[in-house]
């Protein structure tokens, strides 16, 4: 039974950094997918970034230049290192995992942690 447990949220100045974590546990995929999603108040739930097994990695428009994805396969961690932080990036964080099928990430992501919240004012 794959886990995710995401962790680093907090409050912050706008301009400000965070580094956000998401341990895995239980996974047995040997290629996977992970990505980062957020869910602002009223809105709904959008992609931020992602990175495959090969360490490839995608990001969406709203972080694209401020955000950097890597991951620890030793830690078995993902993580997400904002900077340049806005009042628009306040959202619950989450962090997902899906297996590859060939090079692609099977969509929607088959599991989810529960969040954690970023808040920037």
């Known amino acids: 039974h794959v886990q995710l447990v995401e962790s680093g949220g907090a409050s912050v100045q706008a301009g400000g950094s965070l580094r956000l974590s998401c341990v895995v546990s239980g996974n047995t995929y040997s290629t996977y997918c992970m990505g980062w999603f957020r869910q602002a108040p009223g809105k709904e739930r959008e992609g931020v970034a992602s990175?495959?097994?090969?360490?490839?990695?995608t990001y969406a428009q709203p972080l694209v230049g401020r955000g950097s994805v890597s991951r620890d396969n030793a830690k078995n961690t993902l993580y997400l290192q904002t900077s340049s932080l806005r009042p628009d990036d306040t959202a619950i964080y989450y962090c997902?995992?899906?297996?590859?099928?060939?090079?692609?990430?099977?969509?929607?992501?088959?599991?989810w942690g529960q969040g954690t919240q970023v808040t920037v004012s």
């Open positions: 990175i495959n097994s090969a360490g490839g990695s």
């Open positions: 997902a995992l899906t297996p590859m099928e060939g090079s692609t990430c099977v969509r929607p992501y088959k599991f």
